[in-house]
């Protein structure tokens, strides 16, 4: 089994910051690209942000220069700094890995999501 445990959400105003974290545990031997989606209510789940084992980071055009996302690879941790929030920006957030498990067979996890609420 493979866990991923979110923090970090809550309610913020318009251009306010807040900083997701998810933490990654069980059996997973090597993980390769770390990210974070979005859903809002009565919309498809999207992808915000996106890095891989090296360090090379991917964003959606609409988070683009007021979202951060960093890893730290000795606490299985990915992190999301949201800046300049917008009332858009509200959505259930989830994190998700792809890796490899102990077993030699592949792994796509998710979190459980954490709640994302701007405010105007």
């Known amino acids: 089994q493979v866990q991923l445990v979110e923090s970090g959400g809550g309610l913020v105003q318009a251009g306010g910051s807040l900083r997701l974290s998810c933490a990654v545990s069980?059996?997973?031997?090597?993980?390769?690209?770390m990210g974070w989606y979005r859903q809002a209510p009565g919309k498809q789940r999207e992808l915000v942000a996106t890095i891989t084992s090296g360090g090379s980071t991917n964003y959606a055009d609409s988070v683009k220069g007021r979202f951060t996302i960093s890893r730290d690879n000795a606490k299985n941790t990915v992190y999301l700094q949201m800046n300049s929030l917008k009332p858009e920006d509200t959505a259930v957030y989830y994190c998700n890995i792809e890796g490899v498990r102990f077993s030699g067979t592949r792994s796509n996890s998710w979190g459980q999501g954490t709640q994302v609420t701007v405010s105007s």
């Open positions: 069980g059996s997973i031997f090597r993980i390769n690209a």
